[in-house]
């Protein structure tokens, strides 16, 4: 090795500086997918299984048919076994048994045979009673969604959040949840809100669920930095023009900067964010290995 190239490779590892992320002070928070960057992975959290439909204004009366809905992203099955579902006040669990295929939805209901009445089908399970027998119980407190707004929090067998959904009135200041709430569809006043189902709008290419950040100009280039200083972040994808100035560069510069500063990968094109999403890929393909052993 030439004498200068060695010179340079050690001043470049001396100067490094490795900042540790903040340490976090809720369970780790489900992965999403954020546009321009891709979050949190799986390295220190549980597979991301989304709480991806709600049914909580029913038709029938005192709503036994009540119902949510868990979505698996994932290419493999997922065993529920362990996982929890919270209301906020109340909390079940799934027993074993119950697994949920690759890219499939179930949905879970208060009363099994409401349900199959509102619905034409049965339900996956039931989490207030044993009203069919055909159906798996969930073990715990009844659960009970509010009319008016509240949450569903989906927790895994270690008590970690895996996703949160916030509906109407509810509280949107709780781990997991980010942004507004999620209204029923109410073009006029004549639209009733009872009997609607709300869906969570999901990425069409991971099924995560998806939050808009600002226009750069307007913030979102500082709004991705700052998940990026809290830890909450684990590749960066921001595509630029290398030929064309732009108005808010030093806040592009900010952002790149704090992803070296924290480690973060970060790429600005195209082949750039190949390599990055393939050590995403290999990363979670790791843990997955991990967990079968």
Same mark, same amino acid.
């Given at each position: 090795?030439?004498?200068?190239?060695?010179?340079?490779?050690?001043?470049?590892?001396?100067?490094?500086?490795?900042?540790?992320?903040?340490?976090?002070?809720?369970?780790?928070?489900?992965?999403?997918?954020?546009?321009?960057?891709?979050?949190?992975?799986?390295?220190?959290?549980?597979?991301?299984?989304?709480?991806?439909?709600?049914?909580?204004?029913?038709?029938?009366?005192?709503?036994?048919?009540?119902?949510?809905?868990?979505?698996?992203?994932?290419?493999?099955?997922?065993?529920?076994?362990?996982?929890?579902?919270?209301?906020?006040?109340?909390?079940?669990?799934?027993?074993?048994?119950?697994?949920?295929?690759?890219?499939?939805?179930?949905?879970?209901?208060?009363?099994?045979?409401?349900?199959?009445?509102?619905?034409?089908?049965?339900?996956?399970?039931?989490?207030?009673?044993?009203?069919?027998?055909?159906?798996?119980? &969930?073990?715990?407190?009844?659960?009970?969604?509010?009319?008016?707004? %509240?949450?569903?929090?989906? #927790?895994?067998?270690?008590?970690?959040?895996?996703?949160?959904?916030?509906?109407?009135?509810?509280?949107?200041?709780?781990?997991?949840?980010?942004?507004?709430?999620?209204?029923?569809?109410?073009?006029?006043?004549?639209?009733?809100?009872?009997?609607?189902?709300?869906?969570?709008?999901?990425?069409?290419?991971?099924?995560?669920?998806?939050?808009?950040?600002?226009?750069?100009?307007?913030?979102?280039? +500082?709004?991705?930095?700052?998940?990026? +200083?809290?830890?909450?972040?684990?590749?960066?994808?921001? &595509?630029?023009?290398?030929?064309?100035?732009?108005?808010?560069?030093?806040?592009?510069?900010?952002?790149?900067?704090?992803?070296?500063?924290?480690?973060?990968?970060?790429?600005?094109?195209?082949?750039?964010?190949?390599?990055?999403?393939?050590?995403?890929? %290999?990363? &979670?393909?790791? #843990?997955?290995?991990?967990?079968?052993?």
């Amino acid at each position: 090795m030439y004498p200068w190239l060695a010179f340079l490779l050690t001043a470049i590892v001396g100067a490094s500086v490795t900042v540790a992320p903040p340490p976090q002070a809720e369970p780790p928070l489900p992965p999403q997918l954020w546009l321009p960057l891709v979050s949190r992975s799986y390295r220190s959290g549980p597979p991301p299984l989304v709480l991806s439909a709600l049914y909580y204004d029913t038709y029938l009366a005192n709503e036994p048919d009540e119902a949510f809905q868990l979505y698996n992203p994932l290419e493999w099955p997922v065993t529920l076994e362990g996982w929890q579902v919270s209301d906020g006040r109340r909390i079940t669990a799934f027993p074993a048994g119950i697994n949920l295929a690759a890219n499939a939805r179930l949905w879970c209901a208060r009363k099994a045979v409401s349900f199959t009445v509102s619905f034409g089908f049965k339900p996956a399970c039931e989490y207030s009673g044993n009203s069919d027998p055909t159906v798996p119980d &969930l073990t715990g407190s009844a659960l009970q969604f509010a009319n008016t707004g %509240g949450r569903v929090t989906l #927790l895994s067998p270690q008590a970690a959040y895996s996703d949160t959904l916030v509906y109407e009135d509810g509280d949107t200041n709780v781990p997991g949840w980010q942004g507004p709430a999620v209204y029923p569809y109410r073009s006029s006043t004549n639209f009733g809100a009872e009997e609607q189902i709300l869906y969570r709008k999901l990425a069409q290419a991971t099924g995560l669920p998806v939050r808009r950040m600002l226009s750069g100009p307007y913030g979102g280039d +500082a709004q991705i930095a700052a998940l990026a +200083a809290e830890g909450k972040v684990d590749g960066v994808i921001f &595509l630029v023009d290398p030929l064309y100035a732009h108005p808010h560069e030093p806040d592009i510069q900010g952002l790149l900067r704090v992803c070296n500063v924290y480690n973060v990968p970060v790429a600005t094109n195209e082949v750039g964010a190949e390599y990055v999403l393939h050590g995403l890929l %290999g990363r &979670l393909d790791r #843990l997955v290995a991990e967990t079968d052993r």
